[in-house]
Antibody, heavy 119, light 107 residues
């Protein structure tokens, strides 16, 4: 069974560092892309970017480039989403999702990680 | 970026109704479109891929059609578990973009 299991919710202060994770199992992790999607409270879905675990090729939405870093450790089948300096506006639910190819939509999704940034 | 619009933004329907949601792209995206269902507090779930192909395990009352710039999701005989928010997603061009969503609730 394909599973994407995300790390638990986080409560952080503005300016802090955060890295959340997404561990894939039940499939060949290095041959599917992993994307990240943001959902701010009460709002819709926003596509942030995508990474290929095989070679770490990464593509970002212009809205998120420079704001977050997407990375992967293929040795442990885990993708990451990282902020170097959080803002209150980063408060949201973040989902990872698997893409078959770089030009396909996500098929399987993680359960989501809620990030709360508050002073 | 390709802009996606959805209509209506919300609708009220009864169990057994037929529901149609429309998604429009700001430019030709061929059939590079998926439909996703999201229930409160849950991750999205893909219903339709390649505009009209039913995801494995999804009930056949869901169907998708369209290509180019106009797409529809149809739910035949709405069931209680179908009350949710529905999103389209274009994956023809980066950045991928979602429609704003259509909330389907109980009349």
């Amino acid at each position: 069974e394909v599973q994407l299991v995300q790390s638990g919710g986080e409560v952080k202060k503005p300016g802090e560092f955060l890295r959340i994770s997404c561990k894939g199992s039940g499939y060949s992790f290095t041959t599917y892309w992993i994307g990240w999607v943001r959902q701010m409270p009460g709002e819709g879905l926003e596509w942030m970017g995508i990474i290929y675990p095989g070679d770490s090729e990464t593509r970002y939405s212009p809205s998120f480039r420079g704001q977050v870093t997407i990375s992967v450790d293929k040795s442990i089948s885990t993708a990451y989403l990282q902020w170097n300096s959080l803002k209150a506006s980063d408060t949201a639910m973040y989902y990872c999702a698997r893409h078959y190819t770089t030009s396909s939509g996500p098929d399987n999704w993680g359960q989501g990680t809620l990030v709360t940034v508050s002073s | 970026d390709i802009q996606m619009t959805q209509s209506p933004s919300s609708l009220s329907a009864s169990v057994g109704d037929r529901v149609t949601i429309t998604c429009r792209a700001s430019q030709d995206i061929r059939d590079d479109l998926g439909w996703y269902q999201q229930k409160p507090g849950k991750a999205p779930k893909r219903l339709i891929y390649a505009a009209s192909s039913l995801q494995t395990g999804v009930p056949s009352r869901f169907s998708g059609s369209g290509s180019g710039t106009e797409f529809t999701l149809t739910i035949n005989s709405l069931q209680p578990e179908d009350f949710a928010t529905y999103y389209c997603l274009q994956h023809n061009n980066y950045p991928f973009t979602f429609g704003p969503g259509t909330k389907v609730d109980i009349k």
